[in-house]
């Protein structure tokens, strides 16, 4: 049964950088039918797609966050991580990665349980 | 910027049908934009219920089902239970590798 777990810093400080890794167990990220993907939800807030990556490297990423976006894959790890620098408290949340199912079959299954982060000085 | 639509709430009694509606803040919903509906309960991931406008991910209950009406997306759930109550977002794909959720609907069965 595929799994995910993110991790990573709970608390990042106001103009650093915010940095997560989801690793996958249960299956290879290398599968050539999946992204990976990242998405986060402001407390009592929803949720917004933040990025998605194939094992070759290539990503999409939301156009209101790529100027600070990074996310990258290491198949011999079988994770792939974020980085989002330049944060704000408007960074604040609660991240899930998931497996991204693309093509017609376009959905997030399964999620992470999320991990929260909160930027604070 | 594309805004995906949803209802902020909706209520529904126990047994009765309910349809959650996801739409295009400019434009029309048809399945070229594949959507997909999650369900969440408080302090708990994202459960993916249907995919692909009416694809039941496995172990979804029937009594939730997927389809296009008019120009929306939308999420009927039928003979609702207590545990439905929770909170519904869709996700549409809008091309270039780009995804959009829309901003949930907070269902309440009373």
């Known amino acids: 049964q595929l799994q995910l777990q993110e991790s990573g810093p709970g608390l990042v400080k106001p103009s650093e950088t915010l940095s997560l890794t989801c690793t996958v167990s249960?299956?290879?990220?290398?599968?050539?039918?999946?992204?990976w993907g990242w998405i986060r939800q402001p407390p009592g807030k929803g949720l917004e797609w933040i990025g998605s990556i194939f094992y070759d490297g290539s990503a999409y990423y939301n156009p209101s966050l790529r100027s600070r976006l990074t996310i990258s894959v290491d198949t011999s790890k079988n994770h792939f991580s974020l980085n989002v620098n330049s944060v704000t408290a408007a960074d604040t949340a609660v991240y899930y990665c998931g497996r991204h199912r693309s093509g017609s079959d376009q959905h997030f299954d399964p999620w992470g349980q999320g991990t929260l982060v909160t930027v604070s000085s | 910027q594309t805004v995906v639509t949803q209802e902020p709430s909706f209520s529904v009694s126990p047994g009765g049908t309910v349809t959650l509606t996801c739409g295009l803040s400019?434009?029309?919903?048809?399945?070229?934009?594949?959507p997909s509906w999650y369900q969440q309960t408080p302090g708990q991931a994202p459960r993916t219920l249907i995919y692909?406008?009416?694809t039941r991910s496995s172990g979804v209950p029937d009594r939730f089902s997927g389809s296009i009406l008019g120009n929306k997306a939308a999420l009927t759930i039928t003979g609702a239970q207590a545990d439905d109550e929770s909170d519904y977002y869709c996700m549409l794909y809008i091309g270039s590798g780009i995804s959009v959720f829309g901003g949930g609907t907070k269902l309440t069965v009373l």
């Open positions: 400019s434009g029309s919903v048809s399945t070229t934009y594949y």
């Open positions: 692909n406008t009416n």
């Open positions: 249960g299956g290879s990220i290398s599968s050539s039918s999946h992204y």
